[in-house]
C-alpha cells in the first residue's frame, strides 16, 4: 500500500505487474471523514502501515488514523 498524498488517495499498487488500485479516498477530494471506499476523506496522508491481521494505519498530519480490512 502507499499513500498518494496529492490525490488524497491510499493506493495498492502490486509492483510485478504494475496494477494500481484506490483502497480509500476520492481522488482530488481532502477531508476527514471516516468512510469505506470513496466515502473515506484525507488531508495529505503521509504514511501507513499494515499489520498480519489487514488492518492499517494512516498517518495524515499528526493524527494517525486506524482502518480494518472489515
Do not use: K, W, Y
Not at 488524497?8 to 468512510?35: C, D, F, K, P
Not at 466515502?39 to 503521509?46: E, H, I, K, S, T
Request: proline share 1%; charged share 10%; with cysteine.
Amino acid at each position: 500500500m502507499q499513500t498518494d498524498s496529492s490525490n488524497q488517495l491510499i493506493r495498492h499498487i502490486i509492483v510485478s505487474s504494475g496494477a494500481v488500485s484506490t483502497l480509500a479516498g476520492l481522488a482530488g477530494t481532502s477531508g476527514s471523514s471516516n468512510g469505506i471506499g470513496t466515502n473515506a476523506r484525507f488531508r495529505d496522508p503521509l504514511g501507513i502501515a499494515l499489520d498480519a491481521a489487514g488492518t492499517f494505519a494512516v498517518v495524515v498530519s499528526t493524527v494517525c488514523i486506524e482502518m480494518t480490512s472489515e
